[in-house]
């Protein structure tokens, strides 16, 4: 229900109070070109696909994976967006070559340096 109150929220609440809107998709994205006439951001750490095959049952996983596989790049046509990894742009591409505007990496705000590396466990 998050992506019809979302869409309420935006339309009775909040359009006209922002400059960007950042839709993040989350296996599947809020749609916002739908109804949104300010600049967008399409926000996408990683693509679905898989985990939908492989945890979602029939026909959820057809569902889910037509609306970010199909849908998602028919909607966002030309739009910008930003992941956080090569990888997660390379599976983005895999969606449709040139389907996006433009495909921007930009890496989580961490220093790596500050955490302890240590042995991966069995657990």
Do not use: C
């Amino acid at each position: 229900m998050v992506y019809f109150w979302a869409f309420l929220y935006y339309v009775f609440r909040f359009r006209g109070l922002y400059d960007l809107i950042i839709d993040s998709e989350n296996g599947i994205p809020f749609f916002t070109p739908l109804y949104v006439g300010k600049p967008k951001l399409l926000l996408i750490h990683h693509i679905h696909q898989e985990v939908f095959r492989n945890h979602l049952s029939f026909p959820l996983a057809i569902i889910a994976s037509l609306l970010e596989g199909k849908l998602m790049p028919f909607i966002y046509k030309n739009q910008k967006v930003i992941t956080v990894s090569n990888s997660s742009k390379e599976e983005i591409l895999k969606l449709g070559q040139n389907i996006f505007s433009s495909i921007e990496i930009i890496n989580p705000g961490i220093h790596p340096q500050n955490f302890l590396s240590l042995k991966k466990t069995n657990y």
